[in-house]
Nanobody, 123 residues
Framework: QVQLVDSGGGLVQAGGSLRLSCAAS????????MGWFRQAKGKEREFVAA????????SYVDSVKGRFTISRDNAKNTVYLQMNSLKPEDTAVYYC????????????????WGQGTQVTVSS
C-alpha cells in the first residue's frame, strides 16, 4: 500500500504560480511512477503530467507544456508540480497518483491516489 497526501493548492490570479506537493508513505517510493491529474467541475478527470520512477522521463498534456513542471525527490518521498503562468482554465481539483509500471497518462492504470487539492485561478 502507498498513501499519498496532496497539498499546495489555493487561489491565485491568472499569470501567477503555485507548487503542488504529494507526499508518499508506505512502500518504496522510488519503485513507482507518479502522475498528476485534474478534474474540473462537471468534467472528466484529465491527465496533466507524469514522471518515471527515476525522474529521468516526463510527459505532459499539451495544454500545460512550457508552463508546468513535474519533478520528484525520492529522498523525501515527494513529487511536485510547479505551475507557472496559470490560466482560469487550469482551475480544478488536482490529484497525484502512483503506479508500479512505467509512467502513464491513463488514470485507470494508476493504483493509488491522493485526496486532491483545489486550485482556483481567477481572471
Amino acid at each position: 500500500q502507498v498513501q499519498l497526501v496532496d497539498s499546495g493548492g489555493g487561489l491565485v490570479q491568472a499569470g501567477g504560480s503555485l507548487r503542488l506537493s504529494c507526499a508518499a508513505s508506505g512502500r518504496t517510493f522510488n519503485n513507482y511512477s507518479m502522475g498528476w491529474f485534474r478534474q474540473a467541475k462537471g468534467k472528466e478527470r484529465e491527465f496533466v503530467a507524469a514522471i518515471s520512477w527515476s525522474g529521468g522521463s516526463t510527459s505532459y498534456v499539451d495544454s500545460v507544456k512550457g508552463r508546468f513542471t513535474i519533478s520528484r525527490d525520492n529522498a523525501k518521498n515527494t513529487v511536485y508540480l510547479q505551475m507557472n503562468s496559470l490560466k482560469p482554465e487550469d482551475t480544478a481539483v488536482y490529484y497525484c497518483a502512483a503506479r508500479s509500471g512505467w509512467r502513464s497518462g491513463r488514470a485507470y492504470e494508476y493504483d493509488y491516489w491522493g485526496q486532491g487539492t483545489q486550485v482556483t485561478v481567477s481572471s
